[in-house]
């Protein structure tokens, strides 16, 4: 340990300790005999060790501005005027004077608990319908960079729509999942899904279990061991289901689930399924979840206080509406203190971070195999269906038995089995061309490019400097609308997002960047996000930012 | 503003009024959402107006004009924060009655009580620090 230090000095690298022990002033551990304060080069300072002893060893920035208090103020002005006039529709629907075009119970279960008249179903009646134009856009090409929408109207305020015939072509594509640009329907990884497509056929009619276990899908597995560097992996049809089925596989009862704040409804699902306590901890706060560890261990379980069984402290890679990368580092230091273990879930972060793609483990430069299980989903980044779980064997070997998911789900269609196992491939530079580093290194700089430049426009973003997803918050119900509209109306597809994905005043429209993306899109993007932020009045950021020169 | 424009006439008050009271939206069908005037030309205009063009006789027109358009993309912050975008034409017009009738209320109160109430305060606080004067000055001799 102390030759790798000295080794560290002599390149001009950062000082930094490896055994967590507090550096000193200028980031030089005191006390240890082979630093000298002359080696460690004053331009090198870091300023955010002295924070957490020494973890990271890059500049860790996220940042998520508070509301400004009139926009809330006036926010949930919006929010109280649009109650008003639901009750006031809801009046006149029930008592006939107007026709009730949504879902409602039958004469024959009014005597049931009713399905229909929680807040949320209040919400979707009265608000979510009147801006309901905005999702579930039916779009009829590939969702590269840009992609064609279909042109609807409604003549009823949006109850029921009516497509013009015409499609809206060469919308610029803000909205998908598509971080290296893998959604195509050109190239080595559509060939290769076409001939495998007439080799094996697209239907397996079988589960894993029975009759469906591939040459392909035992190919598929050992490459994505290798791709995440853990001892096996397994394969499953659906993202989601990988979540809710596994984890009440690996928990019970008598077990403690340790769960962030803004968890996916998968893992929260999979949680619940499993009957085991689940305890919250603030989003990415690791104060609240040492709080929670010392609690579970001192204290053991409710009433008989024996001690847990097993900690499982459930987190993702990337939060895709926060735009926040989970402080890994330091969950694995607190999951080594506490004896836990961790569940990382990483959907948005595979072929998003790292310098080689390989996840949020390699962009923090960790090992993998302090995590436990590593979670993730084939449907970001390599531009096809499905989850895995990689960590050790014994782990896959249970999981292959004991899994919900693995005995009774039908496995993986073979085209996506071998488009996942192509554009993994292309990602790791097996094909031999250098077309995966490239979109890794295009996806890192459109996200620096973007961010940075919607930051000096005077929008609010949230999130880390390096994720790929770009919350850019709207606050006001009605901007949630108009926002989709006028971006539409320039050609730009944008995803917004409201109650209940988000807390309620803080609505956002979220960019999902992608390295099919190139400068001359991205700017005329920008342009018009501009455009539109300055009709809308959405620039409410009280910070400035100096432009820099590039 | 970007733009010189003269101090506005009465002309446009009708129109205001009128605004204020019916929002304009086809009462025809929803078949599109640009109920309001295109506001990318409102930006061009400031755009190449950043050098206030000199007032010249064509500025007349060209002033009432993006008066015009800075007084409609007002309206259309108004019925952004008030959410008032979202809702169907006679909802608006109960909206915008409902918040008219408030103002009007409040402002004929504050017409009619402001003077009153500050000329008694006046009055209140001049007789204490006077009667004050006048009992030290009574003290004092």
Same mark, same amino acid.
């Given at each position: 340990?102390?030759?790798?230090?000295?080794?560290?000095?002599?390149?001009?690298?950062?000082?930094?300790?490896?055994? $967590?022990?507090?550096?000193?002033?200028?980031?030089?551990?005191?006390?240890?005999?082979?630093?000298?304060?002359?080696?460690?080069?004053?331009?090198?300072?870091?300023?955010?060790?002295?924070?957490?002893?020494?973890?990271?060893?890059?500049?860790?920035?996220?940042?998520?501005?508070?509301?400004?208090?009139?926009?809330?103020?006036?926010?949930?002005?919006?929010?109280?005027?649009?109650?008003?006039?639901?009750?006031?529709?809801?009046?006149?629907?029930?008592?006939?004077?107007?026709?009730?075009?949504?879902?409602?119970?039958?004469?024959?279960?009014?005597?049931?608990?009713?399905?229909?008249?929680?807040?949320?179903?209040?919400?979707?009646?009265?608000?979510?319908?009147?801006?309901?134009?905005?999702?579930?856009?039916?779009?009829?090409?590939? &969702?590269?960079?840009?992609?064609?929408?279909?042109?609807?109207?409604?003549?009823?305020?949006?109850?029921?729509?009516?497509?013009?015939?015409?499609?809206?072509?060469?919308?610029?594509?803000?909205?998908?999942?598509?971080?290296?640009?893998? +959604?195509?329907?050109?190239?080595?990884?559509?060939?290769?899904? +076409?001939?495998?497509?007439?080799?094996?056929?697209?239907?397996?009619?079988?589960?894993? *279990?029975?009759?469906?276990?591939?040459?392909?899908?035992?190919?598929?597995?050992?490459?994505?061991?290798?791709?995440?560097?853990?001892?096996?992996?397994? +394969?499953?049809?659906?993202?989601?289901?990988?979540?809710?089925?596994?984890? &009440? %596989?690996?928990?019970?009862?008598?077990?403690?689930?340790?769960?962030?704040?803004?968890?996916?409804?998968?893992?929260?699902?999979?949680?619940?399924?499993?009957? %085991?306590?689940?305890?919250?901890?603030?989003?990415?706060?690791?104060?609240?979840?040492?709080?929670?560890?010392?609690?579970?261990?001192?204290?053991?379980? &409710?009433?008989?206080? *024996?001690?847990?069984?097993?900690?499982?402290?459930?987190?993702?890679?990337?939060?895709?509406?926060?735009?926040?990368?989970?402080?890994?580092?330091?969950?694995?230091?607190?999951?080594?203190?506490?004896?836990?273990?961790?569940?990382?879930?990483?959907?948005?972060?595979?072929?998003?971070?790292?310098? @080689? $793609?390989?996840?949020?483990?390699?962009?923090?430069?960790?090992?993998?195999?302090?995590?436990?299980?590593?979670?993730?989903?084939?449907?970001? @980044?390599?531009? +096809?269906?499905? $989850?895995?779980?990689?960590?050790?064997?014994?782990?896959?070997?249970?999981?292959?038995?004991?899994?919900?998911?693995?005995?009774?789900?039908?496995?993986?269609?073979? &085209?996506?089995?071998?488009?996942?196992?192509?554009?993994?491939?292309?990602?790791?530079?097996?094909?031999?061309?250098?077309?995966?580093?490239?979109?890794?290194?295009?996806?890192?700089?459109?996200?620096?490019?973007?961010?940075?430049?919607?930051?000096?426009?005077?929008?609010?973003?949230?999130?880390?400097?390096?994720?790929?997803?770009?919350?850019?918050?709207?606050?006001?119900?009605?901007?949630?609308?108009?926002?989709?509209?006028?971006?539409?109306?320039?050609?730009?597809?944008?995803?917004?997002?409201?109650?209940? %994905?988000?807390?309620?005043?803080?609505?956002?429209?979220?960019?999902?960047?992608? %390295?099919?993306?190139?400068?001359?899109?991205?700017?005329?993007?920008?342009?018009?996000?501009?455009?539109?932020?300055?009709?809308?009045?959405?620039?409410?950021?009280?910070?400035?930012?100096?432009?820099?020169?590039? | 503003?970007?733009?010189?424009?003269?101090?506005?006439?009465?002309?446009?008050?009708?129109?205001?009024?009128?605004?204020?009271?019916?929002?304009?939206?086809?009462?025809?069908?929803?078949?599109?959402?640009?109920?309001?005037?295109?506001?990318?030309?409102?930006?061009?205009?400031?755009?190449?107006?950043?050098?206030?063009?000199?007032?010249?006789?064509?500025?007349?027109? =060209?002033?009432? #004009?993006?008066? #015009?358009?800075?007084?409609?993309?007002? !309206?259309?912050? !108004?019925?952004?924060?008030?959410?008032?975008?979202?809702?169907?034409?006679?909802?608006?017009?109960?909206?915008?009655?409902?918040?008219?009738?408030?103002?009007? =209320?409040?402002?004929?109160?504050? !017409?009619?009580?402001?003077?009153?109430?500050?000329?008694?305060?006046?009055?209140?606080?001049?007789?204490?620090?006077?009667?004050?004067?006048?009992?030290?000055?009574?003290?004092?001799?």
């Amino acid at each position: 340990m102390t030759e790798s230090s000295v080794k560290k000095l002599s390149n001009g690298d950062r000082c930094y300790s490896t055994n $967590g022990v507090k550096p000193g002033k200028n980031g030089c551990v005191k006390n240890h005999y082979l630093y000298k304060k002359q080696h460690c080069y004053p331009e090198e300072k870091i300023y955010h060790v002295e924070h957490n002893g020494g973890l990271y060893k890059r500049p860790f920035n996220e940042v998520f501005e508070e509301t400004p208090m009139l926009v809330a103020v006036l926010t949930y002005m919006g929010y109280g005027i649009l109650t008003i006039f639901g009750y006031l529709r809801d009046f006149l629907r029930k008592w006939k004077i107007e026709k009730c075009q949504n879902a409602t119970e039958r004469e024959e279960q009014k005597d049931f608990v009713p399905l229909y008249q929680d807040f949320e179903n209040f919400y979707t009646r009265n608000l979510y319908m009147r801006i309901r134009d905005s999702w579930n856009r039916p779009i009829c090409s590939v &969702p590269g960079a840009k992609f064609d929408v279909m042109d609807r109207v409604s003549y009823d305020y949006n109850w029921t729509f009516k497509y013009t015939g015409k499609v809206v072509k060469d919308v610029i594509n803000m909205g998908s999942y598509n971080y290296l640009g893998f +959604a195509e329907n050109h190239g080595l990884c559509v060939d290769a899904a +076409a001939d495998v497509t007439m080799k094996y056929g697209v239907g397996v009619s079988s589960t894993r *279990r029975e009759m469906g276990n591939l040459g392909k899908h035992e190919e598929l597995e050992k490459l994505v061991a290798r791709f995440l560097g853990v001892e096996a992996a397994m +394969a499953f049809g659906m993202g989601f289901a990988t979540n809710s089925m596994n984890i &009440p %596989a690996l928990v019970g009862k008598g077990c403690l689930i340790l769960s962030d704040e803004l968890n996916h409804a998968s893992l929260v699902l999979g949680a619940r399924l499993s009957g %085991a306590t689940i305890r919250v901890f603030k989003h990415n706060n690791m104060q609240s979840l040492e709080k929670l560890l010392k609690d579970a261990i001192v204290h053991g379980q &409710p009433r008989t206080h *024996r001690p847990w069984k097993k900690i499982l402290i459930l987190v993702e890679g990337i939060y895709s509406m926060e735009g926040s990368i989970i402080r890994l580092p330091e969950v694995i230091a607190l999951k080594k203190k506490y004896k836990a273990f961790l569940y990382l879930d990483e959907a948005h972060s595979i072929g998003a971070l790292g310098p @080689s $793609g390989k996840g949020v483990v390699e962009y923090f430069g960790l090992d993998p195999k302090d995590v436990d299980i590593m979670m993730g989903t084939f449907t970001k @980044s390599f531009g +096809a269906a499905g $989850g895995y779980i990689g960590g050790k064997k014994e782990l896959i070997d249970y999981l292959f038995t004991h899994s919900h998911s693995a005995v009774y789900a039908t496995s993986m269609s073979p &085209p996506v089995v071998e488009q996942i196992i192509t554009s993994m491939k292309c990602i790791m530079g097996e094909d031999g061309t250098t077309l995966g580093q490239d979109r890794i290194k295009q996806l890192a700089e459109n996200t620096r490019y973007f961010r940075r430049k919607l930051q000096e426009m005077g929008f609010i973003i949230y999130g880390n400097s390096d994720s790929p997803v770009v919350p850019l918050m709207l606050y006001m119900p009605a901007k949630i609308g108009a926002f989709g509209r006028e971006m539409l109306k320039r050609n730009i597809g944008v995803v917004v997002v409201g109650f209940p %994905a988000t807390p309620i005043i803080e609505s956002r429209a979220r960019f999902c960047l992608s %390295a099919a993306h190139t400068k001359e899109m991205l700017d005329t993007a920008l342009r018009m996000i501009s455009e539109v932020g300055d009709l809308l009045q959405l620039k409410y950021s009280r910070h400035s930012l100096v432009p820099l020169l590039d | 503003m970007r733009q010189c424009f003269h101090r506005p006439d009465a002309s446009w008050f009708p129109e205001i009024f009128y605004a204020l009271i019916s929002p304009r939206a086809p009462t025809t069908s929803w078949v599109s959402y640009d109920r309001f005037p295109s506001f990318t030309g409102f930006l061009v205009l400031r755009s190449y107006s950043a050098v206030p063009p000199p007032c010249a006789s064509h500025c007349n027109s =060209m002033d009432v #004009k993006g008066l #015009k358009e800075y007084l409609s993309w007002l !309206y259309y912050q !108004y019925l952004l924060v008030t959410c008032s975008y979202v809702l169907e034409p006679w909802e608006q017009s109960i909206f915008n009655t409902l918040l008219f009738t408030m103002v009007t =209320m409040v402002v004929y109160t504050a !017409y009619v009580f402001i003077p009153i109430h500050t000329r008694l305060a006046l009055e209140f606080f001049s007789g204490l620090f006077g009667g004050q004067h006048e009992s030290t000055a009574a003290f004092m001799s």
